[in-house]
């Protein structure tokens, strides 16, 4: 975590639920894919694309909720965050939650990161 005042990257945004600290480089992009998938498409006004719909599959039975699941990140992450590259994505479910694991490496760069987000 980096405090506002020593930001060193160009690409950063502020850290979620945590006041004064910002996201800057694989933080950074860990944390835009979350919102990636978290958010639903359409709830952004000025960009009604913005987002994915893994939220349509929520209630499906887990056999056919997973695979969706899955191809809606993948295509949610492939067109919002260009500067990496998905090496896998995993989901499994554990009671009332689905967890997805994003496996992920910098376009131009073996640096990459595993960010896991439920739904």
Not at 11 to 34: F, H, K, R, T
Not at 92 to 112: A, F, N, P, R
Request: net charge negative; proline share 5%; with cysteine.
């Amino acid at each position: 975590m980096t405090r506002l005042e020593d930001i060193t990257y160009v690409d950063w945004q502020p850290m979620l639920n945590q006041i004064g600290e910002a996201a800057e480089g694989i933080d950074d992009i860990n944390q835009c894919i979350a919102n990636i998938i978290k958010t639903r498409k359409g709830s952004v006004p000025h960009r009604p694309t913005f987002g994915s719909d893994v939220y349509q599959y929520v209630d499906y039975p887990i056999s056919e909720a997973i695979p969706n699941i899955i191809r809606e990140t993948t295509d949610a992450i492939t067109e919002w965050e260009p500067r990496i590259q998905i090496k896998q994505i995993t989901a499994s479910s554990e009671k009332e939650k689905i967890t997805l694991k994003v496996e992920w490496t910098l376009i131009d760069s073996d640096d990459g990161s595993i960010v896991e987000v439920d739904l």
